[in-house]
């Protein structure tokens, strides 16, 4: 296979001002594409941050989709992982220890009386049963119509969904980016319809229990971050409103599109049994994080440059 040259959108930069001095990160990857490009530049950047300040790292496998989970992408997490020479400090080592001790599902009654306590508030929730199809019809953009508020409909598990009630002036700063959750993402979903979590929902938890103090994403989730902040004010939480983030520019396909895990030709998987390198994707974590990136090209190159600009405490900007 021809390896592919990656392309950035890199309109956004890395500080290092923005890690605190002790950051407990994690790596969150999803079993239900195979990992892309992106995200193998997500957790070089993730993990060489984390390293290069001797923070720890949890490796967090978010299966609570379980439509679209698939062992052989679970599989591939870890050989990815690996391969890219990446370590963690908690979390599955490997699939069997995931499926027994990791599995997001073990959680989900406990997720579900977190949530039970934030409608025990009265005010921030409200049941919905709405389809996505009949919320076009009304919206075309998507945006929840705000149908169900005042409805005071009963919940039941598997029939309808639980949203959380965003008024219209709740602006969220997520470091120099004012947002207003309204207009961003509106009534956003906590509890879905086939009565699992909402990925907002159950990533936060995960993070507020953690105590993780910084996260690196995409900038494709800077709404997700505005929503998660949001919603961990309603439920009075203390450590995840404190967490430092990075939105980093993402990695884009040749025609400026955005990679889904379904476009096999940006999947790690098929870059290594093809036997491409992964010096190129280490290249791609370095120039988000504007180092010099001709000499680096391991996981371990990326954190003794890391390193070394440590020492200099130094601003960057991308490459
Ligand atoms: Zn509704």
């Known amino acids: 296979m021809q390896e592919k040259s990656i392309i950035f959108d890199n309109s956004s930069y890395v500080c290092l001002s ?3 001095l002790n950051p407990i990160s994690r ?3 999803t079993p239900s594409g195979f990992l892309h ?5 997500n957790f070089l950047v993730t993990w060489a941050i984390v390293r290069s300040r001797k923070g720890r790292l949890h490796l967090r496998i978010d299966d609570m989709d379980g439509i679209r989970f698939r062992p052989d992408v679970l599989e591939d997490i870890f050989t990815s992982l690996h391969w890219l020479g990446l370590d963690w400090d908690t979390g599955p080592a490997g699939p069997d220890d995931f499926y027994q001790n990791f599995s997001l599902h073990k959680k989900k009654e406990y997720y579900r009386s977190r949530l039970q306590a934030l409608n025990k508030t ?3 929730t409200f049941v919905c049963r709405c389809s996505r199809a009949s919320i076009k019809k009304i919206s075309p953009s998507g945006l929840y119509p705000g149908t169900c508020r005042n409805a005071g409909l009963a919940f039941e598990p598997g029939c309808n969904a639980v949203r959380l009630k965003v008024d219209n002036d709740a602006c969220i700063q997520v470091n120099n980016q004012r947002i207003g959750l309204a207009s961003a993402l509106g009534d956003f979903v906590l509890w879905r ?13 995960e993070d507020e229990e953690g105590g993780i103090n910084f996260i690196v994403r995409g900038q494709d989730l800077l709404f997700s971050t505005a929503a998660q902040i949001h919603l961990a004010r309603c439920f009075g939480f203390s450590s995840f409103p404190a967490c430092r983030f ?7 396909g040749e025609n400026g599109e955005k990679l889904s895990k379904s476009r096999g030709a940006y999947a790690l998987k098929d870059l290594r049994q093809s036997g491409g390198s992964f010096a190129n994707v280490v290249q791609a974590a370095a120039r988000i994080l504007g180092l010099k990136h001709d000499t680096i ?13 440590n020492r200099q405490n130094t601003f960057f900007k991308p490459a």
């Open 18 to 20: 923005k890690v605190p």
């Open 27 to 29: 790596l969150a990857p």
């Open 37 to 41: 490009l992106g995200n193998a530049v």
């Open 122 to 124: 009265g005010k921030n």
């Open 193 to 205: 319809k086939d009565d699992q979590p909402s990925y907002h929902l159950a990533s936060l938890l």
């Open 246 to 252: 990075i939105h980093h520019g993402l990695v884009l």
């Open 297 to 309: 090209c391991t996981a371990q190159d990326l954190r003794h440059a890391l390193n070394s600009l």
